[in-house]
């Protein structure tokens, strides 16, 4: 996978959708409970967290909203003991890239600033065979990966995500949308990694953000952390994160 130094940030806020808590709230308590049966990090050492974009063009207007609100995924993680994060994204038609480690907020929004939109296919196959490539050089905590469409084989990203699922790597899928090809492949890559997926809409991002902040934590302190994190947030963030889909 190449190489770049480019930047990027998280996204924002949504409407409340009455019909949909139930099964919203029921998501976000899978994706706690999933979270404990995967083994944290090793204590002592900075947590690594793959963090991956859709980067076609139909991306565009929450990749601007993500690049203002990255810094949450920083947020918690620095106080539990520090997180590193690799940006990995693919667009047009075959590039992917891989950033280097970042440790803090402004080094993402560096990396995420500096990439633009590119009509294109996913390129999913590749982000979790790359996750594989990097735990192979040092431990990968989690994966994110962030994206809105699937255009590929299945059964290739359900062999990829059973990989990473040997390895202890979640991977925390979260769809912008309601494409229902793509929902389908999302929750099986989240299912065969025990990982989480959830679905937020542009009006969301705000919820979008708490979910990555959620990840940061546990790929920086494991599932105390995470837990820790939803006592906290069990009036406000939660509250948002029911909203979402």
Same mark, same amino acid.
């Given at each position: ?123 999913? =196959?590749?982000? +979790? &065979?790359? /996750? ?8 990968? @905590? $989690?994966?994110?990966?962030? %994206? ?50 959830? =679905?937020?809409? +542009? &009006?969301? /991002? ?8 959620? @990840? $940061?934590?546990?790929?920086? %302190? ?24």
């Amino acid at each position: 996978m190449a190489s770049e130094r480019d930047k990027t940030t998280p996204a924002p806020r949504e409407t409340p959708s009455d019909p949909a808590a139930a099964s919203s709230r029921a998501e976000i308590d899978a994706f706690i409970k999933r979270a404990r049966t995967v083994a944290p990090p090793v204590e002592g050492k900075r947590g690594r967290l793959v963090f991956a974009l859709d980067a076609t063009m139909s991306r565009q207007p929450t990749w601007d909203t993500a690049c203002r609100l990255q810094a949450e995924m920083f947020r918690e993680a620095a106080a539990i003991g520090g997180l590193d994060v690799q940006l990995v994204y693919f667009r047009g038609l075959s590039e992917c890239r891989a950033s280097r480690w970042v440790s803090d907020g402004a080094g993402l929004g560096d990396l995420m600033g500096r990439i633009h939109c590119v009509g294109g296919h996913t390129q999913i =196959r590749k982000i +979790l &065979s790359h /996750a594989r490539a990097e735990h192979g050089r040092a431990k990968v @905590a $989690a994966l994110v990966y962030v %994206g809105d469409a699937m255009e590929e084989g299945i059964d290739d990203l359900a062999a990829g995500a059973g990989e990473l699922g040997l390895l202890g790597i979640p991977a925390f899928v979260f769809q912008e949308g309601h494409d229902p090809i793509a929902e389908q492949a999302f929750r099986e890559i989240a299912r065969l990694t025990r990982g989480a997926y959830c =679905r937020f809409d +542009l &009006s969301a /991002a705000h919820e979008l953000a708490e979910l990555l902040r959620a @990840a $940061a934590v546990y790929a920086a %302190g494991g599932v105390k952390a995470l837990a820790d994190l939803s006592a906290k947030r069990s009036a406000g963030a939660q509250k948002l994160l029911a909203q979402m889909r």
